[in-house]
Structure formats: structure tokens, C-alpha cells
């Protein structure tokens, strides 16, 4: 069992790698929580409890992509964003209003 564990733990970050290279949203300049939608409550709250300059660098990011998307271009490789270097700014914030609204629930449930 023990080497089954330390088979996945070398295999997923590399499945992992493989898939943000293959997405290419890298290509333009894109981080992953670039892509959260802004579809439900929880989300457009985390947005709003982001930082100003947060706000003002996802947006950046997001016009640019589109931009070079209605261009059919992509960003020159050395600007493209490395697995390394992928972070998740935003997933704190939506797991931590989800939390919230959970207990929230909870509490009203009783």
C-alpha cells in the first residue's frame, strides 16, 4: 500500500503539469483562478473581498487574454505563466466565503 502512495504522489503532480500545459490558458497570461467564473454568490463575495490591486491584475489579465484570443495570438513563450508559478489568489477567498455561508446555514437550520 505504501508504494501504491508514493506511485500517485510522483504520478498526479505530473498529471497535474500535463494538464495546465495542455488547457494553454498559460499561453495568454492566464493564472487558474483567472478562470473561476463569476457565476454564483459565493464567488462575485470573494471578488469583492479581494484587494484592490488583485481586482486590478486579474482584470488586466483577463482583457489581455481576450484581446489575443479576437487576435488568434499568444503571448511570446517567456511571458507565458510556469506550472511553478501558477497561483491561487482567489480560491482562498471563495473557500473561506463558502465556509461562512455553510455555517451560516447551519446556524439558520436549527
Request: net charge negative; charged share 40%.
Amino acid at each position: 500500500m505504501e508504494g501504491l502512495a508514493k506511485y500517485l504522489n510522483r504520478v498526479f503532480p505530473s498529471l497535474r503539469k500535463w494538464i495546465f500545459t495542455a488547457a494553454e490558458w498559460n499561453q495568454y497570461g492566464l493564472y487558474k483562478d483567472d478562470l473561476i467564473a463569476e457565476d454564483n454568490d459565493d464567488v462575485i463575495e470573494a471578488l469583492r473581498r479581494l484587494p484592490p490591486h488583485l481586482i486590478e491584475e486579474r482584470n488586466f489579465r483577463i482583457i489581455r487574454a481576450a484581446q489575443l484570443d479576437c487576435q488568434k495570438k499568444v503571448l511570446p513563450k517567456e511571458q507565458w505563466i510556469k506550472y511553478e508559478d501558477d497561483i491561487e489568489y482567489l480560491t482562498p477567498y471563495v473557500d473561506e466565503v463558502r465556509r461562512e455561508r455553510e455555517e451560516r446555514e447551519e446556524w439558520n437550520a436549527e
